[in-house]
Nanobody, 125 residues
């Protein structure tokens, strides 16, 4: 199994920045893709960004392209989400997830087997 722990959420004003971190432990050798997802109240969970664990290839949802950057540090078994130019509509619980499926393009949510507990991001106007 893989254990994931997120950190870095908080409250910011529109236009501000936050950096989320996710630390993986356990059977990390099984990870081929890491992703960030978010879920706002009353809405379905949506994919935000993914990164191929070894190759570093990235994928972004259109809603965050140009504002968010996903990165990873393999030595630390960690993945990050730098969020700039935040908007009120970015308010959500953000989750880190891992998949054994390689992600050069978007990987369906159901392919992500392990999930963190989430970290809350609130953006005020």
């Amino acid at each position: 199994q893989v254990q994931l722990v997120e950190s870095g959420g908080g409250s910011v004003q529109a236009g501000g920045s936050l950096r989320l971190s996710c630390s993986a432990s356990g059977f990390t050798y099984s990870i081929n893709c890491m992703g960030w997802f978010r879920q706002a109240p009353g809405k379905e969970r949506e994919g935000v960004a993914t990164i191929h664990w070894r190759a570093g290839a990235t994928y972004y949802a259109d809603s965050v392209k140009g504002r968010f950057t996903i990165s990873r540090d393999n030595a630390k078994n960690s993945v990050y989400l730098q969020m700039n130019s935040l908007k009120p509509e970015d308010t959500a619980m953000y989750y880190c997830a891992s998949s054994a499926v390689a992600c050069y393009n978007w990987v369906p949510t159901e392919q992500f087997s392990y999930w963190g507990q989430g970290t809350q991001v609130a953006v005020s106007s």
